[in-house]
């Protein structure tokens, strides 16, 4: 065969062997993989990218007759049905047996495992096909990063049953993990919603089989049932709500364990501003719980977040590591956890401190904006005196608009 001449040849081209596969699932995993390239070199809407690619091979295909291309165009029409022609497909003369059980599956068990911190949960599915003849059961597993926002990977694959007891097995030897019965509505909520949001990344994950498994991990979602409740995350603290809880913080063993009780005058001021910190930082999460934190959660906030978005000054930066300590123990508890995941937050978090305070003695993290308001404080000008404020714009206005070419 020579070099194909469209995208459409060259899928026909890469499936040429697939009505010689052995059952349905191997079809339809050969199927994701290659809508996986379609999906991977997307720039927005990936999952908008591969049903239009479908549409497009369905029409583009339509009239040909050969074993492998009618085969490749039902396992298409299966994984992509709402895709334009999906439901006039169907199986050729000479199509294996199996080509006409695509994606005819059924679910057999639904579970969910995570950390007890919730930086992740995992969504774990298993199928089989409701004529066991044309494919083995299988399982589906999706990774839900709460830290990102996204579902981070998916994978398909089996047999289910060892699936199961490695994941079962895992978390029974790990304190800091759960494992729970799932319902099916949740599961599909849930990574759905997240899902959503990994299409639409203009980079994403770099490892995993989250291009080559998502048409399939689609097709199976599609099966679970929907919750009749509106789909919605978390929503960030009302300002009565944040005082609220800052007042019981303050009141809190926590607070008076890292002596934050006691602090009064000028330090008052540094203290209520470090909290706000700590508040505003999990409001940026797709999912914001002011409670929320772990070793992870207390990274990005100390050696990240905060040297981009705020501006501290000395009393800040020397109070700010404490107030975590003290809000992440408080939170622990409040939420139920062990006291070894409440002690590995607080270790992390002390052993970042001498980062942290790199990192504020350097500036090398700041943005541009908070370099700038950082640079206006320390040449004593009041950013609430407009006149002031805008001499001092014009004359850094040179090093303001420097893009340091």
Known sequence: MGTPQTPYDAVLHAARDVAELDNALDAEILGAALLGSVYAVAETRRDDAVRAFVSD??????????????TIRSVFAALVPDAVGADRV??????????GQLGRVHLTGCWAYGDVFGDQTSYLATFAYDDPAVGPEHALVALVDHNIGITKDVFVGGPPARVLDQIRQMCAEDELTWFRDETPANMHTEVRRHLAITDDLGELPGEGSLATDRALVGARLALLPTSRAAVRG???????????????????????HFGLDSIDGAQLA?????IGLLLDHTATFTDPDPLRWSPTVAGLFLLD?????????????????????GWAAYASRKRGLSTSATARTDA????MVPEFARLYTTGERRSPSTAAVAQLLA????????????AWIEANRHHLTDDGS
């Open 270 to 274: 540094s203290l209520h501003f470090c």
């Open 348 to 351: 992390a978090i002390e052993e």
């Open 305 to 325: 977040w905060v040297h981009r978005r705020a501006v501290l000054d000395m009393d800040d930066a020397a109070l700010l590591p404490r107030v975590l300590r």
């Open 57 to 70: 091979f369905l029409a583009a295909t339509s009239r040909r007759r050969a074993a492998a291309a009618t």
């Open 234 to 256: 978390a929503e960030p603290l009302t300002a009565a709500e944040r005082t609220d809880l800052v007042r019981r913080f303050l009141a809190a063993p926590e607070a008076a």
């Open 90 to 99: 169907r199986p050729g003369a000479t199509a294996p047996a199996w080509s």
């Open 379 to 390: 040449d004593g000008v009041d950013p609430d005196d407009p006149v002031a404020l805008d």
